[in-house]
T-cell receptor
Framework: DAKTTQPPSMDCAEGRAANLPCNHSTISGNEYVYWYRQIHSQGPQYIIHGLKNNETNEMASLIITEDRKSSTLILPHATLRDTAVYYC????????????FGKGTRLHILP | GAGVSQTPSNKVTEKGKYVELRCDPI?????LYWYRQSLGQGPEFLIYFQGTGAADDSGLPNDRFFAVRPEGSVSTLKIQRTERGDSAVYLC???????????????FGQGTRLTVV
């Protein structure tokens, strides 16, 4: 079973920041938080991951709370192409640990 | 560079027939995953290979489903006696080394849409 909880859907106006929350209250000390997104009719695409420090790359920022029980993915200037289902996943860097998807958040970017 | 390639992109088969779905991972990636996805749902884990061996096949729904990766690169998902409920998009992913931080991200193919009629 997925170890994360996400809202089923969210709307965001084009050009604004999209903030997608994720709860992972049972996360273990060695588990990382990963985010993927899936645009319609495509395979999932990796976005970002982090352990406890905030992370930023060219796609997004990841803010992890100090207790690590929740996180927020931030798309700083959302565009229509960011419309997708966003999945938050926790996983340890262990060769035996597989990637388990939940239902994700369907993000609609409104023009 | 080349990403994960899945063939065919679409497959229509009759109930009861046997099908094979192929996945070509990114060269050098040791880990390979199979998922299936039904409409409106997240990808459902099927099986995970580390090298040539199946590290975890706990997601295979029953013994009609089988997957191989004989040389540690290309993998084939095999479904016997297909049923209409097997209709879904079958996704394959690979990663460089899931045990090393920084090499764990998975790259997905575009999937094979299987329709059993």
């Amino acid at each position: 079973d997925a170890k994360t909880t996400q809202p089923p859907s969210m709307d965001c106006a084009e050009g604004r920041a999209a903030n997608l929350p994720c709860n992972h209250s049972t996360i273990s000390g060695n588990e990382y938080v990963y985010w993927y997104r899936q645009i319609h009719s495509q395979g999932p695409q990796y976005i970002i991951h982090g352990l406890k420090n905030n992370e930023t790359n060219e796609m997004a920022s990841l803010i992890i709370t100090e207790d690590r029980k929740s996180s927020t993915l931030i798309l700083p200037h959302a565009t229509l192409r960011d419309t997708a289902v966003y999945y938050c996943i926790v996983r340890s860097p262990n060769r035996d640990d597989k990637i388990i998807f939940g239902k994700g958040t369907r993000l609609h970017i409104l023009p | 560079g080349a990403g994960v390639s899945q063939t065919p992109s679409n497959k229509v088969t009759e109930k009861g027939k046997y099908v094979e779905l192929r996945c070509d991972p990114i060269s050098g990636h040791t880990a390979l995953y199979w998922y299936r996805q039904s409409l409106g749902q997240g990808p459902e884990f099927l099986i995970y290979f580390q090298g040539t061996g199946a590290a975890d096949d706990s997601g295979l729904p029953n013994d009609r489903f089988f997957a191989v990766r004989p040389e540690g690169s290309v993998s084939t998902l095999k479904i016997q006696r297909t049923e209409r409920g097997d209709s879904a998009v079958y996704l394959c992913a690979s990663s460089l080394d899931p045990g090393r931080v920084g090499e764990t991200e998975a790259f997905f193919g575009q999937g094979t849409r299987l329709t059993v009629v």
